[in-house]
Nanobody
Framework: QVQLVESGGGLVQAGGSLRLSCAASGRTFSSYAMGWFRQAPGKEREFVAAISLSGGGTYYADSVKGRFTISRDNAVNTVFLQMNSLKPDDTGDYYC??????????????????WGKGTLVTVSS
């Protein structure tokens, strides 16, 4: 069992930055590919970014490529999402997810093993 707890959300002006964190419980964190998803009001949840078990591979949605950076620290069971040049369209609930031994490029297809409860990001214009 893995529990995921997100933090770092908040209100920011367009063009600003935020750094999200997701802390995972358990001793098998390095066995999971990790991802970030988001859900805007009235819209379906969408893939944002993913990182491989070791952190050597990353994958991004086109909408955030060049602006967001995903990283992980397996020593402290945490995955991060650095978000720069934020836009109002980036507003939504951001969810951390884990998929055991998943290829990072398939993370966008869903089917995660565990989800966090989310943290709200609001970008004002």
């Amino acid at each position: 069992q893995v529990q995921l707890v997100e933090s770092g959300g908040g209100l920011v002006q367009a063009g600003g930055s935020l750094r999200l964190s997701c802390a995972a419980s358990g001793r098998t964190f390095s066995s999971y590919a990790m991802g970030w998803f988001r859900q805007a009001p009235g819209k379906e949840r969408e893939f944002v970014a993913a990182i491989s078990l070791s952190g050597g591979g990353t994958y991004y949605a086109d909408s955030v490529k060049g602006r967001f950076t995903i990283s992980r620290d397996n020593a402290v069971n945490t995955v991060f999402l650095q978000m720069n040049s934020l836009k109002p369209d980036d507003t939504g609930d951001y969810y951390c997810a884990a998929a055991r031994y998943r290829n990072v490029q398939t993370m966008g297809a869903g089917g995660m093993d565990y989800w966090g409860k989310g943290t709200l990001v609001t970008v004002s214009s």
